[in-house]
């Protein structure tokens, strides 16, 4: 019996310019935006569409990624089946899972009618197993890096020619920021114009190799109430926030292209201010919701004083910006800087915000440290930081990685399912 399957990875991405906006609720719901500031238009939110443009950094694979094997065989029983981290999951009817499927089996079956040859795996049912290497309760979005796995794994198993950009469609229905890791480097999501939304789509910037010495250090900030779901929050903000037209219509536009001039001029200043401008930009349109959405919490806040005082005294004695944090729906930092200032970075995180899970330290940065590397600039007011430090766990844990590559074809020896298609490790 004809079996085929194909084994991914993909990566995490974290945004610069927000995608503040999108929503995955029933296509009968529509929202309300303003369209180039002369009129309210409708968008179609079952399609996830985005009010606004948005740009991130594709994280390097080595340290987090979803893999995913997806495998078809006429001689499975009817109906598909999907594993997360050796768990079944239901595909639910109309669900997002089962929209991205529907489109890609649709693409499979234009290539079988071109080519009479090829085997008609688009009537075959399909079995996905996928597994994240980083836990949920890392606080980051496994729904990126698996969804954009999900569509790449089962793109290659099809053998279909769509470009990474036609497949960014697809993924973008499972989960809006799922497009952007389909590339690695820098990558926009431009947010088009059409109601059909076949123009929302992810584009590359920059490749990886362009800026390698873009690094990213993630400050997991425990978060004991979970406040709005991020899909239900940004509901309320475009039904309610005034702020966000002004955001959508004249702050991102321009910041967009601006961040794009930063990359491609490995300008870490332009793209460091315009990453923190944009983050407290976003996190002022969830305070102007009604209600009022806090995703920051006192220890978000204290990592932001102790960036914006690293910056201030490198400025202050003539260098240039040495970091740049960038928050979305949540209290977790992400701090990007460059490879050079990441020992002083990782010292001063580690001991202001002491963790209770060990830091792993994959580039050697507090090992190899010295007291030269590891010191803050001149002039830096410690008096920023409470007295004393953070207690322990305030941060719980940080994940030091960079700029990445992206999706990765890998060999069917790492393949996740049994020739029975199960997984060959159940939860
Ligand atoms: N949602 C969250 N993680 C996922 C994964 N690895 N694959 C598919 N969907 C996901």
């Not at 729904?143 to 697809?170: E, M």
């Not at 967009?256 to 996190?283: L, P, Q, V, W, Y």
């Not at 930081?385 to 960079?402: D, Q």
């Amino acid at each position: 019996m004809a079996r085929f399957e194909a084994t991914v990875s993909a990566p995490v991405n974290i945004a610069c310019i927000n995608a503040s906006c999108v929503s995955r609720n029933p296509a009968t719901v529509l929202i309300l935006f303003q369209c180039a500031h002369r009129y309210w238009g409708k968008r179609n939110t079952a399609l996830i569409l985005p009010t606004n443009s948005s740009l991130s950094v594709t994280l390097s694979q080595d340290h987090l990624r979803s893999t995913t094997t997806s495998s078809t065989s006429e001689g499975y029983e009817q109906g598909d089946r999907l594993w997360l981290n050796g768990k079944e999951e239901e595909i639910t009817k109309g669900g997002r899972t089962e929209v991205c499927l529907a489109a890609l089996r649709k693409w499979r079956r234009e290539v079988e009618e071109k080519d009479s040859t090829a085997a008609k795996m688009s009537e075959w049912p399909l079995r996905i197993a996928s597994f994240n290497n980083f836990p949920t309760a890392a606080g980051l979005a496994s729904s990126a890096s698996g969804l954009a796995a999900l569509v790449y794994s089962v793109s290659q198993l099809y053998v279909l020619p769509q470009t990474p950009s036609q497949l960014s469609l697809i993924a973008r229905q499972g989960s809006g920021s799922a497009c952007r890791s389909l590339f690695g480097g820098f990558v926009a999501w431009e947010m088009g114009q059409r109601d059909d939304g076949a123009d929302s789509l992810a584009v590359q910037v920059a490749e990886r190799d362009h800026w390698p010495e873009m690094h990213a250090l993630i400050c997991v900030v425990s978060d004991a109430k979970k406040g709005t779901s991020s899909t239900s929050g940004m509901q309320k903000t475009v039904a309610t926030s005034t702020l966000l037209q002004h955001r959508i219509n004249h702050v991102v536009p321009d910041r967009m292209s601006e961040i794009s001039r930063a990359i491609a001029a490995k300008d870490f200043n332009g793209f460091a201010s315009i990453t923190m401008r944009d983050s407290n930009s976003f996190h002022a349109v969830c305070l102007d919701t009604a209600p009022p959405i806090f995703y920051l919490n006192d220890v978000s806040r204290a990592i932001i004083a102790v960036v914006e005082e690293m910056n201030r005294a490198s400025l202050a004695s003539g260098g240039g910006l040495l970091a740049a944090y960038t928050f979305d729906a949540g209290p977790n930092a992400v701090i990007y800087a460059l490879e050079e200032n990441m020992p002083m970075i990782v010292s001063t995180i580690n001991e202001f915000f002491p963790q209770t899970l060990d830091f792993p330290d994959p580039f050697n940065m507090l090992a190899a440290a010295t007291a030269a590397t590891s010191a803050r600039p001149q002039g830096f007011n410690n008096s920023v930081v409470r007295e004393g430090g953070w207690e322990k766990g305030a941060v719980s844990r940080l994940i030091h990685t960079c700029v990445g590559d992206g999706p990765r074809r890998l060999s069917d020896e790492e393949g996740l399912l049994t020739v029975e298609g199960v997984p060959k490790t159940l939860a």
